[in-house]
C-alpha cells in the first residue's frame, strides 16, 4: 500500500481504532497521525478512539486524541486501525460516511471492511503492518516510539508466537532512535497500580480449573468492579496471568457489563485456536488471544465456550 497515493488530495483525513483501545491500537493510530502530517502538511489530520489508559500519555499526539464524536461534514479519507469498522465505537459513522475507507489491520478474523484494505494475521501487530508500508526515511523519534508501543504489547515484549525475525528487526530499527525502550516495557506493560494488583489477586484466588485442569476461568462481577471503584482497564494482564499457570492450555477471563452480559477475554498456549472459539460468539481476535461479549448466566457462558474447546482439545473438528 502506497499512503501517500491512496491519501493524494485527501484535505480531512480521520483515524480511528477499536473500541477499548490497548497499547497497539493507541501506537498505530497515533503514529499514522504523526506520519500522514508530515507525508501531506497541508491535510488535517485527527484521531477518534475512546480515551487512552494515561499509560501512554508518554506519546507525541496523546492529549489531541478526541473522544467525542460530533456530527460533521464526510471525511476524504478514513482509516480504521487494528479492527474492522464494525468496532469503532461513536466513529463507526465517519468510517462509513467517508469518500475513501482504508482498512489496517492484523486480526485474522477481519475479513477487510474498507474500500481498501491491508489485513496481514501472520503480522503481531498492527503497528508492524504499519510500520511496513512506511517510508524509513520520515520515521521519526516520536513516530517509532509510537510504534514499538504497539509491538511489545501486542507481541507480549516478544514472547508470543506472533513474534518474527521481522518483528525483531523491525523494533531493532526504531529503538535505533534513542528513546528509552525499557522504560516503556516497565511503565506501560509490567507496572500495575495497587488497585489493579488487588483486584487481580482477587481473580486468581477466585479462578476456576477445569477440563481436568487444562483451561481456567475467572469472572469479576460489577459488584467487585464497583468495591475497588475499578475500570475495564484496571483488569489489563489477568487473562495474561492465568495463561502463564502452568498446564493450563485456555484461559478464560471475564468481567460483567451490564444485566448477564459479560466480556469475555481468552488466551491459548499451543492446542486452542481461541479466535475460532470466539468466532461462534461474534468475536474474534488471533490464534492465541481472542475476545467475545456473551449474555446469559455465568455458567452458561462457560457451558457455551467449553463445547468449542473440548472439541478442538480433543482434536475433532468444529
Known sequence: ????????????????????????????????????????PEAEVTVYIQKPSEEFSY???????????????????????????????????????????????HHI?????????????????????????????????????????GIIHDTGVFQYSNTTPETLQAAAFLISFGFDFSKIIEESFYQ????????????????????????????????????????????????????NIKGIDCAIFMYETGVLEYKVSMRSNEKVDVAKVASFFGGGGHVRAAGCTMKGTFHDCINNLSLHIDKQLRGEQD
Request: with cysteine; charged share 30%; glycine share 8%.
Open 59 to 105: 506519546l507525541k499526539g496523546y492529549d489531541e486524541i478526541q473522544t467525542e464524536c460530533p456530527e460533521q461534514d464526510p471525511f476524504d479519507v478514513y482509516f480504521a486501525l487494528d479492527c474492522s469498522g464494525d468496532r469503532l465505537g461513536d466513529a463507526e459513522k465517519y468510517f462509513q460516511n467517508a469518500k475513501k475507507k482504508i482498512n489496517i489491520d
Open 192 to 243: 500495575k497500580t495497587y488497585l489493579q494488583s488487588q483486584i487481580m489477586g482477587r481473580a486468581l484466588m477466585e479462578s476456576i480449573r477445569f477440563m481436568d485442569g487444562r483451561c481456567i476461568v475467572s469472572m469479576v462481577d460489577r459488584k467487585t468492579m464497583d468495591f475497588y471503584n475499578a475500570v475495564p482497564g484496571d483488569l489489563d494482564g489477568i487473562v495474561n496471568q492465568l495463561r
Open 1 to 40: 500500500m502506497d499512503l501517500r497515493e491512496e491519501c493524494r488530495g485527501a484535505k480531512k483525513i480521520g483515524i480511528s481504532g477499536h473500541i477499548r483501545p490497548d497499547g497497539d491500537c493507541v501506537g498505530v493510530c497515533l503514529s499514522l497521525q504523526m506520519y500522514l502530517r508530515k507525508l501531506l
Open 109 to 149: 478474523s477481519n475479513f477487510g471492511c474498507g474500500d481498501v484494505n491491508l489485513v496481514r494475521p501472520e503480522v503481531g501487530s498492527a503497528c508492524e503492518v504499519l510500520y511496513h508500508i512506511m517510508d524509513a526515511e520520515l520515521i521519526d523519534r516520536d513516530i517509532a516510539e509510537a510504534l514499538y508501543t
